[in-house]
């Protein structure tokens, strides 16, 4: 069974930073493009960065230069550096593979006050 386990979340001021971690089991983790999605409350979950097997990357526009992506293959790890932190991003993030089809993990919760 696939698990896919994030953290590093936790409540920082407006402009701090935090690092999430996200630990996959699958098997093949190398050959998946990963994601990082949020959903802020009331609304839906949304990607927010993605990077592909070969470590390109994209951002949403209200992220980009803000936050940064990246993966280590051997030890099945995604990570989302982020900075720059608005009360805006207050969500909880997840992570998954794109298209997101495995299940969902319990996300980290993430909340930026003003």
């Known amino acids: 069974q696939v698990q896919l386990m994030e953290s590093g979340g936790g409540l920082v001021q407006a402009g701090g930073s935090l690092r999430l971690s996200c630990a996959a089991s699958?098997?093949?983790?190398?050959?998946?493009?990963m994601g990082w999605y949020r959903r802020a409350p009331g609304a839906q979950r949304e990607l927010v960065a993605e990077?592909?097997?070969?470590?390109?990357?994209n951002y949403r526009d209200s992220v980009k230069g803000r936050f940064t992506i990246s993966r280590d293959n051997g030890k099945k790890m995604v990570y989302l550096q982020m900075n720059s932190l608005k009360p805006e991003d207050t969500a909880v993030y997840y992570c998954?593979?794109?298209?997101?089809?495995?299940?969902w993990g319990q996300g980290t919760q993430v909340t930026v006050s003003s």
């Open positions: 699958r098997s093949d983790f190398s050959s998946n493009a």
């Open positions: 990077i592909a097997q070969g470590r390109s990357t």
């Open positions: 998954n593979i794109i298209p997101p089809i495995l299940s």
